[in-house]
């Protein structure tokens, strides 16, 4: 139990069910829930997961498609076979190599990560429809600190 002695006595009850809540779905670093929601915050893999919903994607071809489509611009090898990696681990992606010489190397989505991306694009919906609030919450905020 944590000790929530300084923390408003109305709030304590709620902050108490979030810790319980934590401790039991997500409290150690390596929790998937924390894991999760960190390699979808990043600035890579939620586009990775949209293009590998397309089909599957070599190594090169996925990361000349990503390169075309972000507007950070290009991605590294070494990033994206990182990400790659980290959503292989976890089950999203599954890496296809053939047997020819030399091998063919490929990445598709797992039925988990076709999931993962329904959830994602259900996110991607609200942030579109609350895009105006969130816009105008940040120029009152900008107008507020000038």
């Known amino acids: 139990m944590i000790d929530l002695g300084d923390i408003d006595p109305i709030l304590q009850a709620d902050v108490a069910g979030l810790a319980a809540d934590m401790r039991a779905h997500g409290y150690q670093r390596a929790d998937p829930v924390r894991e999760v929601f960190a390699l979808l915050g990043d600035r890579w893999t939620t586009l990775i997961l949209l293009v590998l919903n397309i089909g599957a ?3 090169a071809d996925l990361r000349r498609v990503l390169g075309r489509l972000a507007a950070e611009g290009r991605i590294s090898q070494r990033v994206l076979t990182l990400k790659l990696r980290a959503l292989e ?36 919906a609200w942030i579109h429809a609350s895009r105006e609030a969130i816009h105008a919450a940040r120029d009152a905020y900008d107008a507020a600190k000038s």
């Open 57 to 59: 994607w070599r190594h």
């Open 89 to 124: 681990r976890d089950g999203f992606v599954a890496r296809h190599a053939t047997a020819d010489v030399p091998p063919m190397v490929s990445y598709a989505l797992t039925p988990l990560g076709r999931d993962l991306v329904a959830q994602a694009r259900i996110v991607m």
